[in-house]
């Protein structure tokens, strides 16, 4: 085990934050149960390692951070007090480690481990392997989650205590027929679900009976892989269902609170993509009666700390018991933002044996929140998942009404190995409307260049007519397909900004500066503004939409501009502000036949990439064929990475000939195997990259010269 450490030195403030932590413990009435917690190790990463980090340090408790080598340089590990280096990029081979977690624990006087979301954070032995190792677990006990992973367990205890359970089958015969039989009683459509399922793996629908045993199959297959057992549970499927899940609090006292709802109904591949909160459409009544109900299955199971109890509730808004997650949640910022409360700085007050710190009475919904996941993938490609540098990273700027919890910064590099989510964009104000517009307007200014993202959806999905009346259901993309995937063209006024943006780049660039600099050059720097009696034209290629765009720029006087694109009626270009935000980015204001407009525009190497009202669209900037040559930027024929991934082999050597077809270079990217061949036949002039190497999409592998 590899070590860096950044010692914390005591101060005169972090001393009193602790003295004062420790005197507010002291007033309990249960001062006799309290532990100190001076130091907490996060057995995570990300995200959720950095907002554990922040709070720590508000509370004056020193931070212990755990990194895998492909985390090395990452934001959790600069902000922690001390970081460990435990394995390989392989979460199984360095976040999943218990044993290496437990030494670290040990090794750096950690008194409690915090183990985030997802990893470990549901683990029963871990939880055990804690309390043996007399460190404090800030999660719940063993027993509770044990009881509450398994779902068909799950079920029984809620039912007897008074929780609204769906109709279904939660049997330990698990014969085919027996199953079917159940699914008869049930009636059909019935949703067929993996016991230790989770994010939606071992699940399937069966909309009649011809198709049960197909559907049952399936989700057993799946549910064997990813869980290793395929014990099934059946249940009424709800239509068009709502996901409304609770936050509850319990401590070591035996006192409980629910924090109120969260809907989280609109989701892609069965996770979730927006939530806000409380949710939209219920009654004071309702919301009383699902909050009653989570704090009767947190009872039930002696819960202690923050837990999530997830109902599924149909259009009438009666609510059945789906599953409780024995652990933070992902959303849980949306109820930090209408409670007023630091739920992170709960669970370790109340792992120390504090009370919970409010009463329910107490409790009150203050305005509306929204949260938006920022993932790095593609929603016109089936929302496949991404990874590769952030090239380009701004945002909107954080305040008491908007908060960005990330774990990545400019320069860094979204993962393979990891959860593709890059930040949670989380947004408050007094009412639903006034949150919603407030996230648009945020998400506009959310810039992102290196890899594709899903803000240009989000954009799309807050706008949409039924989602901002509230009219949200767990299908809601599915039926909303048409409408939030609508073909999307650049209007001739932003295709002028991206223009004027060039040419404001060129007055800075001589032609030797472009032939130099091989990674950033602009091929309209040979071109732009240096034809005598010729008008200089300049093509561009939409890269989502494969759009070809040919423009024919005239300045006919200083400050004004003729603009002619694809073949249309001449634009009158005047009024032209440039401000320049950054390196190569600018705001680009002008006037368009009139109208007066502006677009946020980068220039990154022979890419232009547009900031719109809309979201981001990119175009490249087709590079003449003579300028490949001067350069030697490679071949079109070169080999490239088709998406983000591992190499797992190469398969050639510099010098050796091969044929079209031929494999050069194996890649594994997001569990897949891809061989990449030769396109044309050739010499191996250099191989770009080794076995273990992380690739993004795009980058060349191998260097093919003519025989």
């Known amino acids: 085990m590899s070590l860096m450490i950044r010692p914390n030195f005591p101060c005169l403030l972090g001393d009193l934050s602790r003295r004062l932590c420790l005197l507010k413990l002291s007033r309990t009435s249960h001062a006799a149960a309290l532990k100190r917690i001076d130091k907490v190790l996060i057995a995570n990463r990300g995200e959720i390692a950095c907002r554990v980090i922040r709070t720590a340090k508000k509370m004056g408790i020193q931070s212990v951070a755990v ?11 600069a902000m922690a007090d001390e970081a460990y280096h435990i394995g390989p990029p392989a979460a199984s081979e ?39 190792e007399n460190i404090i677990f800030v999660g719940p006990p063993a027993s509770a989650i044990r009881d509450m992973g398994i779902k068909s367990t799950s079920k029984h205890i809620m039912a007897a205590a008074g929780v609204p359970v769906i109709e279904g ?3 330990a015969d698990q014969s085919v027929e027996r199953l079917r039989q159940e699914a008869s009683k049930i009636g059909y459509p019935v949703m067929i679900k993996a016991v230790r399922g989770g994010g939606g793996k071992g699940m399937r629908i069966a909309m009649s009976e011809s198709e049960f045993d197909t559907q049952l199959q399936s989700a057993k297959t799946e549910a064997l892989k990813s869980f290793g057992d395929q014990v099934m549970l ?18 070591q006292h035996g006192n409980y609170v629910y924090l109120f709802e969260r809907d989280c109904s609109v989701q892609r591949r069965h996770q979730k993509i927006i939530e806000e909160a409380p949710a939209p459409g219920l009654t004071e009544v309702v919301r009383k009666q699902i909050g009653e109900a989570a704090v009767r299955a947190a009872k039930a199971v002696d819960y202690v700390g923050a837990g999530t109890v997830e109902f599924i509730m149909d259009s009438n808004l009666k609510f059945f ?137 989000l954009m799309a999905l807050a706008s949409h007519p039924s989602f901002q009346a509230g009219d949200v259901s767990t299908e809601f993309i599915p039926q909303h397909q048409a409408s939030l995937f609508l073909p999307s063209s650049l209007s001739p006024a932003v295709l002028c900004h991206a223009v004027l943006a060039l040419a404001a780049r060129h007055r800075t660039q001589v032609y030797q500066d472009a032939l130099a600099t091989k990674d950033c050059y602009s091929p309209f720097a040979l071109n732009f503004g240096l034809r005598i ?23 006919s006087s ?62 490249d900037i087709p590079t003449p064929d003579y300028l490949k ?18 190499i797992e082999k190469v398969a050639v050597e510099p010098g050796a000939t091969v044929q079209k077809g031929e494999p050069l270079v194996i890649m594994i990217a997001m569990k897949m195997e891809y061989v990449i061949r030769a396109a044309r036949t050739g010499v191996v002039e250099k191989v770009f990259h080794k076995p273990g190497d992380t690739v993004a999409k795009g980058t060349v592998l191998v260097h093919l010269k003519e025989e």
């Not at 009696?533 to 300045?555: A, C, F, Q, W």
Request: one cysteine or more; proline letters at 5%.
């Open 94 to 132: 360095s976040y999943l480690k218990q044993d290496k977690i437990m030494d670290v624990a040990r090794l750096s006087g950690a008194q409690a481990i915090h183990p985030g979301y997802g990893f470990l954070s549901e683990n029963v032995e871990f939880a055990e392997m804690c309390e043996k």
């Open 533 to 555: 009696n010729s008008t200089p034209s300049y093509k561009l290629r939409l890269v989502d939409g494969g759009t070809e765009h040919r423009i024919i720029v005239t300045e």
């Open 321 to 457: 018991f789906m599953e409780m997650n024995t652990r933070l949640q992902v959303e849980h910022p949306v109820t930090e933002m209408i409670t007023g409360t630091d739920l992170v700085e709960w669970q370790l007050r109340v792992a120390a044996g504090e009370q919970i710190p409010v009463k329910q009475e107490e409790l009150k919904v203050r305005g509306h929140a929204f949260e938006a996941r920022i993932y790095a993938e593609d929603p016109d490609n089936g929302f496949m998942p991404g990874a590769g540098p952030l090239l380009h990273l701004s945002t909107p700027e954080p305040g008491d009404d908007l908060r960005i919890e990330t774990g990545v910064r400019e320069g860094d590099e979204v993962s393979v190995h990891y959860d593709p989510m890059i930040a949670k964009l989380v947004v408050w104000a007094e009412d639903r409307h006034t949150a919603l517009r407030r996230t648009i307007a945020a998400l506009q200014d959310y810039h992102v260049v290196g890899l594709s993202t899903n803000i240009r959806f």
């Open 629 to 646: 040559s001067a350069l030697s930027v490679g071949s079109i024929d070169d080999p490239i990475a088709p998406m983000p991934g591992v």
């Open 169 to 171: 089958y939660h049997g």
């Open 67 to 77: 990194f895998s080598e492909a985390d090395r340089h990452s934001m959790h590990v």
């Open 234 to 251: 059946l249940e009424k499927f709800v239509e068009n269902p709502r996901h409304v899940e609770v936050q509850v609090f319990g401590d």
């Open 558 to 619: 200083k400050g004004n501009w003729q603009v002619r694109v694809d073949e249309g009626d001449t634009l009158a270009v005047s009024d032209v502000s440039l401000s320049e935000e950054s390196d190569n980015k600018f705001t680009v204001k002008c006037s368009v036949d009139g109208v007066v407009s502006s677009t946020s525009v980068l220039l990154v190497g022979n890419s232009v990439h547009l900031f719109t009202l809309n979201g981001k669209r990119s175009l």
